[in-house]
């Protein structure tokens, strides 16, 4: 199972995870359409190389290495991704 990163409801929109991410790989940015009507950011699990940047720049403790994401929020692997399918 390849590894990526995972935004759960903990998410404050704060931003910080963007500017690090090296693959672009968290939507939607400010500039994009939607970013108002979401409650939280998405990481694209395709594009998420597991760099761990995001991890390390989320201040709400809100973002996971799939490997390491609790039981509690095992259904936003599946939202992250989702919301790519648009």
């Not at 400010?30 to 998405?42: A, C, I, N, R, S």
């Not at 699990?45 to 390491?68: L, R, T």
Request: one cysteine or more.
């Amino acid at each position: 199972m390849p590894s990526y990163s995972v935004i759960t409801n903990k998410c404050i929109k704060d931003n910080l995870c963007v500017s690090v991410c090296l693959r672009k790989a968290i939507h939607p940015k400010t500039t994009e359409p939607g970013y108002e009507d979401v409650k939280q950011l998405f990481i694209n699990p395709k594009k998420c190389i597991s760099c761990g940047s995001c991890v390390s720049a989320c201040q709400s403790g809100a973002v996971f290495a799939i490997e390491d994401l609790p039981e509690e929020f095992q259904e936003y692997a599946a939202i992250n991704a989702a919301h790519f399918k648009k």
